[in-house]
């Protein structure tokens, strides 16, 4: 199991609804029951020790199976968001897979497909997860895709026995940002055959965001969309829009690991409700890491009751002597300390009653203890 606790295995009731955030510390995955043993997966994370999608083991410890699985959805490419993705899509055969407009053109596909072997350490981009996943989920049938105010899903699409209406929304990735990633894709195909080394973008330009509702139950899920103050990209292009969803949500998984850039102050006023439960995976490579102090604070300042997957602090490890710490740099040319362990915040209510309960599992806090 990918956890322990009590009840952690349980499964969620066919009138209940279940968000759970999977985090190691790099990556997540987010695991949505809208009832009846229909499950949405958005994006996915490695187990750890493996590379083994940690949504699909999740379902595994709670009795569900990969036919249980309705959509998957990636949010962008970015290698922390899909990592075990093509498996995951492999697996779940009878899933829908959703993703941006963009990366299911052609020219994207041929960016894909050039990168057959060897990939290069620079490759973090996702390439190679995206291209799996393309290869399992094109030959299904049409792909689903993400653009801005879309709906995906009704109720007549995914009946629900418990009653209540469902819609799936992608709010993003906007027109513009479309149009810009096909003028970039353009640039990068002519000299790929030599140069074979993925360029990844600079911002998360493609990020999906997911907005579910289920009866008067609305979840917003932000992938890693970011703000860039121009009305026509990114969160400002959400919430000028026109054609979103006006109901607003209760629950919110923080976008961008809760950094400034994926913020917008009128996230918190426009698309959600006041104090919303909210949960974040938090993200450390080498030195870098996110949130900061300053954006927890900033997090709280909305709300109380948020939650991270793992603790940014870690676990201190042992203190050691001179000698041994002298012997360890004589034998290695470098080491350093193992990532952060993994955690998971779920969170559960009945479909059009109460409020969220949460459990947390792993190293999952408090989002006021991330850095404690």
Known sequence: MLFAGNDYNTPPKADELEVTVIGPGYGEAIAVHLGDRKWVLIDSCARPGDSGPASLQYLNDLGMAPSD?????????????IRGLAQLVASCADADFILSGALGKQEFTTYAEIYDRPLTARARSGVREMRGALRAAVPRGPL???????RIYSSADIPLAHGARLELW??????????????????????????????NRSRNDLSAVVFISVGDDAMLFG????????????????????????QKCSLFKIAHHGSPTGDHPEIWTELLMPAPTAALAPWKRGKG??????????????????????SLAGRKPRARG??????????SKSFSALPQHPG?????????????????????????????
């Open 322 to 331: 001179r000698t041994v710490e002298r012997t360890i740099k004589e034998a």
């Open 144 to 150: 689903r895709l993400a653009a801005s105010n879309k």
């Open 223 to 246: 992938g890693d969309l970011e703000e860039e103050g121009n009305a026509n990209t990114g969160w400002s292009a959400i919430i000028g829009g026109s054609g979103r969803p006006r």
């Open 69 to 81: 699985v309705v959509a998957i959805v990636a949010s962008h490419w970015d290698d922390d968001h």
């Open 289 to 310: 890491s996110l949130p900061s102090q300053i954006d927890v604070q900033r997090i709280l300042g909305f709300t109380s009751d948020a939650y991270s997957t793992t």
């Open 344 to 372: 998971a915040v779920r969170f559960r209510k009945a479909v059009g009653k109460g409020a969220w309960q949460v459990s947390l599992f792993g190293d999952a806090v408090p989002l006021a203890r991330v850095h404690s």
């Open 170 to 199: 992608t709010l993003s990735p906007s027109d513009k940002e479309y149009d810009n990633f096909l003028v970039w894709l353009a640039t990068q195909i002519p000299g790929l055959v030599t140069r074979r080394v993925a360029v």
